[in-house]
């Protein structure tokens, strides 16, 4: 321990006299034996990183994210494009099923005669069920369906659309072979003939409210295939707790009409069951497949059911990755897009922030311990090559300044040289530094007589420079106060000026308003026969106290249900006093006395 301390305070002194001593022979020798070791510890450290033993602390973490999310993209890639293999024979077959009953049922090609058949639904199911179900046992999907444009009750507030919609129960993994078959939305009949159970929260047809782009997809007129399968944004299915989305495209019927869709779903626990669960270095990994909701706010399905799954996912960019928050949670990752026919949506893949920010600064750290200790070593060869080297020249150098007449003991050629320079040319040396000495002293008699000639002259420069700086500030206050004037003057001015164009102004515009009320008047009057007007405005005197208020109340602009509001009484009431004002005031309709109290108010202005 001991050993140690001495080390450091070696070191420590060896530093400080760098510090101290920056062009001396030691600090310039430990100066450049520095920048050599660190010269060549930058080389090591370039070729470790060049073949991949040292990396940025972010690297590696980085490197697996990006694999990661290429891994998952081409997975959930190829998954749907298996499900548009399997969607487009389930449509083919779907129609195929559907037209034969239609033709046994001879409503051939008649497909709103559907609507309210339920004879006719139930016998399509049942043709369809096995088609359904075996196409269901080989996609990689939760459950299967297909919907028809029609429906047993078209009466009802919110359209429901018949068809078929099988899931498989209790996934607990990817596979789903061997889990059984249950039916959310179908006639029970086609279930019993079929020995499956109904789900929990069975119903007969189904409303695809929570997928606008189901909807959309059954309403629409186009039959391109490869424009119109999509997969749906993930929402949540009604009377049902699970969340999930559907792949679907149309069935169309031969002449090219879009009579159904058809597709598979994809539930939020098949999606977590079938994205393995990547960890790095113990910290889990987090898949998603996201839909935009908003700018920069996105909802999804998430391979972690311990995550936020139904949050609101907020997203911005965090340098080259991407930045992810719900709530008090936050991760950080990176995004690709993931284009499924018309649909658009992204893959993701993140990190928690914590463990990303442990990660890197576990890295960091690493790389931190390697810098230090080549820097010691950097120190330490410093040191020992000092102590070597060095410290025979400097006694060699001390014993020169303190008796030039003795050898030096290092036995350095250079050294012994100038040793032997100095000792020829001392007796020169001294002779010439006698001749300095009286040329010196001249030139500081000089140099007397030149100072004090110089203090007269600066004296007088700055007595003269101080008479200057006074007249240049009276100078300066006599134009600070004429520009202030001239401010002052100019101001008025367009005040005065100002005040005069709004005063023209204003008249101008009470002119034109009188003279437009004139007219107004005028043709008012043209329009209205004077002695009815007359007969108007004496009559007024004649209204009951009920009938004035109701009067007044329609001069204000109220309408019949304010004046009803405001006076309290029946429509019927208002009806009666409404006749008996039209009759007083000899007007025949409401019309006729809103024009006369139109007058009467531009006659009181």
Not at 32 to 39: D, I, R
Not at 290 to 304: H, I, P, R, V
Not at 467 to 484: C, D, K, S, W
């Amino acid at each position: 321990m001991l050993n140690k301390l001495t080390k450091i305070k070696r070191l420590l002194l060896i530093g400080k006299e760098i510090w101290h001593n920056k062009r001396s022979m030691r600090g310039r020798f430990i100066i450049y034996l520095l920048s050599l070791v660190l010269l060549a510890g930058s080389a090591m450290l370039i070729l470790l990183n060049v073949i991949g033993i040292v990396q940025p602390p972010s690297h590696d973490i980085d490197r697996f994210l990006e694999y990661e999310l290429n891994t998952r993209t081409n997975d959930i890639k190829r998954q749907m494009n298996a499900l548009a293999a399997h969607n487009i024979d389930l449509s083919q077959q779907l129609q195929n099923d559907i037209d034969r009953v239609m033709l046994e049922q001879g409503i051939y090609n008649n497909y709103d005669a559907l609507n309210n058949n339920p004879e006719a639904l139930t016998a399509i199911q049942q043709a369809t069920y096995q088609t359904l179900a075996a196409k269901m046992q080989q996609a990689p999907a939760s459950g299967a369906l297909y919907l028809i444009n029609a429906s047993v009750n078209t009466n009802l507030l919110e359209p429901t659309y018949n068809g078929l919609f099988l899931k498989f129960t209790n996934i607990y993994s990817e596979n789903t072979l061997f889990n059984e078959t249950c039916m959310f939305r179908g006639n029970p009949q086609v279930a019993r003939n079929n020995n499956i159970s109904l789900y929990s929260t069975w119903q007969l047809e189904l409303n695809v409210h929570a997928y606008p782009q189901a909807d959309k997809l059954l309403h629409a007129k186009e039959n391109n295939i490869s424009q119109q399968y999509i997969l749906t944004d993930v929402a949540h299915l009604k009377e049902s707790w699970e969340q999930s989305r559907l792949f679907l495209m149309p069935i169309n019927s031969n002449n090219g009409r879009i009579i159904g869709i058809c597709g598979f779903e994809i539930s939020s626990v098949y999606f977590q069951q079938r994205t393995k669960q990547a960890n790095y270095k113990g910290y889990p990994l987090i898949t998603a497949i996201l839909d935009k909701k908003a700018d920069n706010e996105y909802q999804g399905q998430l391979s972690n059911p311990a995550s936020f799954v139904n949050a609101t996912i907020k997203m911005s960019s965090y340098g080259e990755h991407e930045f992810f928050t719900a709530g008090q949670e936050s991760f950080i990752g990176y995004t690709a897009p993931l284009k499924v026919g018309a649909s658009e949506h992204k893959v993701a893949v993140m990190l928690p922030a914590d463990s990303y920010y442990h990660l890197q600064q576990q890295a960091k750290m690493r790389l931190l311990i390697m810098l230090g200790i080549i820097l010691l070593l950097s120190l330490l060869s410093a040191g020992y090559f000092s102590k070597r080297y060095v410290d025979p020249l400097v006694a060699d150098l001390q014993q020169l300044q303190q008796n030039p007449d003795a050898p030096p003991q290092a036995n350095v050629l250079e050294l012994n040289q100038f040793f032997e320079f100095l000792q020829s040319h001392s007796e020169q040396q001294a002779e010439k530094l006698r001749q300095l000495q009286s040329e010196n002293n001249q030139v500081q008699k000089q140099y007397g007589l030149a100072a004090m000639r110089l203090q007269e002259a600066q004296e007088k420069q700055k007595q003269t420079a101080n008479q200057y700086i006074h007249l240049e500030e009276q100078l300066a206050a006599l134009q600070n106060e004429i520009q202030q004037v001239r401010l002052q003057m100019e101001q008025t001015q367009q005040e005065k000026l100002q005040a005069q164009q709004e005063r023209e102004q204003a008249q101008q515009q009470f002119n034109f308003a009188q003279a437009a009320l004139e007219k107004a008047i005028e043709k008012k009057l043209e329009s209205v026969d004077p002695d009815s007007y007359q007969m108007f405005i004496g009559n007024l005197t004649t209204l009951t106290p009920k009938e004035e208020d109701i009067f007044n109340l329609y001069v204000q602009g109220c309408s019949t249900k304010d004046i009803i509001s405001q006076l309290g009484i029946t429509e019927n009431t208002l009806k009666y006093h409404n006749k008996n004002i039209y009759s007083k005031l000899g007007v025949k309709t409401r019309k006729e006395l809103l024009q006369y109290i139109e007058l009467m108010r531009n006659a009181e202005h």
